[in-house]
Structures are given as structure tokens and as C-alpha cells.
């Protein structure tokens, strides 16, 4: 990675990592709220860090190397709009995906819309609440689709937490009918192996495709045997949604044994995650491809027939990166960015200790035609801003901003807040905006900052995980030419070809 030149008055030098139901507006049910953490994404927080590094970060904000508890600080080609706090959903905020004039928030609670036709006066439409982590959430036409990737005791929005030893547990993906979006709908429910962590829209005029990603089997989980090496595929007819069901489960990692394919982790590859599925994926319909990031695996795979996705090239790195997480194409589909989510989101990964090249995104190229491409690792790009140690901060989800001839991307970094970069050259990222928080606490470990941070129609929006929403206008001779580029419709993992 080329280093930034740090901001004046920016310099950081912090200590060692560490590890209401009655004002819903059309609210499905008045069923029980309670979130369910998710430890491959938010693992518990509250514990104390020790003494010294509490006076550490203290210091750190007393010279002003970090900033204060809640403080706000950008870049001066930032420029913060508005926020909207939690209301009636209080669980964790997850993903976002847009249509029209609307944001559509995740929460591990339900979801919530916002109109966004006035970016700087955003205003909840309605909140649902269905609660079943992570509730990662994605719209096409007239259909809202939820990944419940936590044990409920069924398929209702009134459903309670349970073991997932138990037979009739139930997790995977919950679909809604927004035609009337102030009160949504909730018409079909889609039972899959091992729930749905995650899942990507793989749209048709007809019929819409859903990969549902998922991973973590046991044995003694009914509904989430080993080996667990691929995805579930999901059919939904867009005229009867009713229908939706598994048409396919492809396996992407083969191999014998009880574990299948895919990196063995440690103690083979020491802290590397073993592969027992994916975390995500993300497919660029134009180019008939898709990228899954697959615990210990990134692969690259053919969509040329969407209920049969082909496994095209296969990478690992197995010194830096612990979990690869997600997906980013550029636009020319000639390269991929991939985040490492070392410490699972609740870790201070973002410190001299760790260093620039764990917990950070892997820039890789693609070389060759069709069968035949490869991916090619170029560098790494991680934020040298250094957060406090009850900050955790780590690589996390960011869409493309669309202009011609740039590579341009903007990424969440939980606690280390927004980074907007570019990666033209993979071999020399470098950042270019900024806008983050001080830390939540500097007594006790706090999950939070921003979960996904996107840029549709001009501006960008991040759902942060404590915080609310959060609107930020960019303007910088970089970037300006992406706001005359309009979507009518935004699933970030469903990238669209921008310039069609």
C-alpha cells in the first residue's frame, strides 16, 4: 500500500489492539424484539480494556491524534448532510440497497425506509419488525428479500430465538411485497441449509435468482450438516413470489471428507478461517461473472447459467487475509477488491500493531478471457488513520462511484468510519476522503461505526451500527462526475453496469 499523507492536526499513535412496538408505523406484528448477535459479524462487546490502554486513548484525544468520544471529523471534501438516529427498531443496523427516491435499511430487529428524495432531510417512511440477524436486505421491482441467519423457532415475524440444535428451528430467507411501500407485505418464506448470512439478487425479467450465502455447519444442527461448500439457489417468480423455492445447492469447494473442499484454515493455515461456505458474493450480470468471498477462499465464477454458477479461478492468501469477506468489481471487470475481516468486526485492527496489510482490502487483477481468467493480486489498501483501542475497525462493506476512466470506491470501516479511494493503479490505492466518529467509549470494548457505506445518485449513505443513517455529500474533481450518473435501482452486491 502507498501511504496517505496524513491530515495536519491527524497524527495517531494509540496503544496495542483488543481483541417498542406502539411507534412502528406499519409494523408486521407486535412479536417479541429482541436481536440476536451474529458472532461471525458483531461479536459481543462491554468488556473493559486494561487500565493503561484506557489512559492511552484519553491521551490519544487530549493531544487530538484521535477524536474526542462521538466527535465527528472529515476531510474538507466532505461534507455531512444530515443523520437520523435509531427509532423503534434498536437492534444492530446491517446492509442497505436503494430504489427510487428510497433507502432501505437492514436491522437485526427488521428494517426500516427512509425517503431519501431530499438527501438532506432523509425521513422514515415505515419501520418492519421481523427480528432474525443479520437481516442483510436487497430490493428488486416489487419485492424486499431478508436474509435471517439466526435460529427462530419458525418462519414469522414473531418468532423467538431457539437452539439451532433444535429440529424445528428454522433460518433462511423472508421475502416482502413493497408495492404499497409504506406498508409492506410479507409473502413467502424460504427455509435453507445453514440459514442466510447473506444472500445476492441475480435479477431476470421473469424470475429473480437469489444466492443465499451461509457457512459454520455442525453436526448436531439439523438443518446445517456438514460438508457445507456452496450456496443455495432460490427461484422467485416475480408475478407469484408465493412459489419461491430452492432449485439448486452448486457446490463450489469440492473435495472429500467430512468437510468437503476449500482451505483446510488453521491449523494447516493459522489464522486463516476454514472455508465451510461463503460469506458473500457479489455478480456483475453485464459480464455473466461473480466474485464469492468465501471464508478462506476467493473465487472467481461464470453466471452463464444462473441456477448452475462455475467456479473459474480460486485464490488464497493464506499470510494476510483470515476471512475473506465481500466483493467489489471495477467497472471494466478487470479487477476485484476483496476485504479481509480479520477479528470478525468487533476487533481494534486498525493500529501500527496489526499493520497495513491485515484486516484490509486485497486488490487483485484479472487477467485472461472467458474459462480462462485469473485473479492476480496487485496489493493491499487498509485506512492509515489509527483508531483507539476500543475502536473496532476492520475492512468492510463499499460500492464502486461511477466515473469513466477512474477506479473509485467508497468502503465503511466500522469504528474507522468512511473512506473514499481509488485503486486506477492496483499497485498504488491511496485515499482520498474521509468521515468518521471518535470512539464510542474509552473504557470498554464498543461495536459500532459504520456497517455499509454506499454511493447512489450523488451522495453517500451509511448505515451505522449505533448511529443511524448518515448522509455525506463528497465534492472532490475526482469523483464529481459520478453524480450525473442516476440509478433507479441500487443492490450493491448485484452491481450494475453504470455506464450502459
Not at 48 to 65: H, L, M, Y
Not at 120 to 149: A, E, W
Not at 441 to 461: E, L, V
Request: net charge negative.
Amino acid at each position: 500500500m502507498t501511504p496517505t499523507p496524513t491530515p495536519p492536526g491527524r497524527r495517531r499513535l494509540v496503544g496495542a489492539a483488543v481483541a417498542a412496538a406502539g411507534l412502528l408505523a406499519a409494523l408486521l406484528t407486535a412479536g417479541p424484539a429482541a436481536a440476536v448477535p451474529d458472532p461471525g459479524d458483531v461479536p459481543a462487546a462491554g468488556a473493559s480494556v486494561p487500565a493503561r490502554q484506557q489512559a492511552e486513548a484519553r491521551a490519544a484525544i487530549g493531544k487530538g491524534e484521535i477524536p474526542g468520544v462521538d466527535e465527528i471529523v472529515h476531510s474538507a471534501n466532505i461534507t455531512p448532510l444530515a443523520n437520523v438516529p435509531k427509532d423503534a427498531l434498536r437492534g444492530t443496523n446491517s446492509d442497505l440497497a436503494f430504489q427510487g427516491g428510497y433507502a432501505f435499511a437492514g436491522n437485526y430487529d427488521g428494517f426500516r425506509i427512509f425517503d431519501i428524495s431530499d438527501p438532506r432531510r432523509p425521513r422514515t417512511v415505515t419501520q418492519v419488525l421481523c427480528p432474525g440477524s443479520q437481516n442483510d436486505i436487497s430490493v428488486s421491482g416489487d419485492l424486499l428479500f431478508l436474509s435471517t441467519d439466526s435460529s427462530r423457532s419458525d418462519d414469522s415475524c414473531a418468532s423467538t430465538t431457539q437452539p439451532a440444535t433444535e429440529k424445528s428451528s428454522w433460518e433462511g430467507m423472508k421475502i416482502f411485497d413493497i408495492s404499497d411501500i409504506r406498508n409492506p407485505r410479507y409473502v413467502a418464506a424460504v427455509e435453507t441449509a445453514c440459514g442466510s448470512h447473506t444472500h445476492t439478487l441475480v435479477p431476470e425479467r421473469r424470475n429473480v435468482y437469489v444466492y443465499v450465502s451461509s457457512y459454520a455447519p455442525d453436526a448436531a444442527f439439523p438443518d446445517c450438516q456438514p460438508p457445507h461448500d456452496g450456496i443455495s439457489v432460490i427461484k422467485v417468480p416475480r408475478k407469484a413470489p408465493e412459489r419461491a423455492a430452492v432449485v439448486g445447492f452448486p457446490v463450489l469447494f469440492p473435495g472429500e471428507g467430512p468437510d468437503g473442499g476449500g482451505n483446510p484454515g488453521g491449523p494447516v493455515n493459522p489464522g486463516v478461517t476454514k472455508t465451510t461456505g461463503c460469506h458473500d458474493i457479489t455478480v456483475l450480470p453485464s459480464e455473466d461473472l461473480a466474485a464469492g468471498a468465501c471464508m478462506g477462499d476467493g473465487i472467481l465464477f461464470s453466471l452463464r447459467d444462473p441456477e448452475h454458477p462455475r467456479v473459474i479461478d480460486r485464490v488464497q492468501d493464506n499470510v494476510n487475509f483470515a476471512f475473506w469477506h465481500s466483493a467489489t468489481f471495477n467497472q471494466r471487470a478487470n479487477k476485484v477488491v476483496f476485504t479481509d475481516e480479520l477479528g470478525g468486526g468487533g476487533g481494534a485492527t486498525c493500529n501500527p500493531e496489526t499493520g497495513p496489510n491485515r484486516g484490509a482490502d486485497g486488490i487483485y487483477d484479472i487477467t485472461g478471457k472467458g474459462d480462462r481468467r485469473k485473479l492476480v493480486f496487485r496489493n493491499y489498501f487498509k485506512i492509515d488513520r489509527y483508531q483507539g483501542p476500543t475502536e473496532n475497525c476492520v475492512a468492510h462493506n463499499g460500492s464502486l462511484i461511477p466515473v469513466r476512466g477512474r477506479d473509485l470506491m467508497v468502503q465503511a470501516w466500522y469504528q474507522g468510519g468512511v473512506s473514499v479511494w481509488e485503486f486506477t493503479d492496483s499497485r498504488h490505492p491511496r485515499e482520498i476522503a474521509y468521515f468518521e466518529r471518535g470512539p464510542l467509549s474509552t473504557d470498554t470494548n464498543a461495536t459500532g461505526g459504520s456497517w455499509s457505506a454506499y454511493y447512489y445518485n450523488g451522495h453517500i449513505y451509511s448505515n451505522d451500527i449505533v448511529k443511524g443513517l448518515d448522509v455525506l455529500r463528497l465534492h472532490d474533481r475526482r469523483t464529481d462526475p459520478a453524480e450525473r450518473v442516476r440509478m433507479d435501482e441500487l443492490n450493491v452486491q448485484t452491481q450494475p453496469d453504470y455506464f450502459d
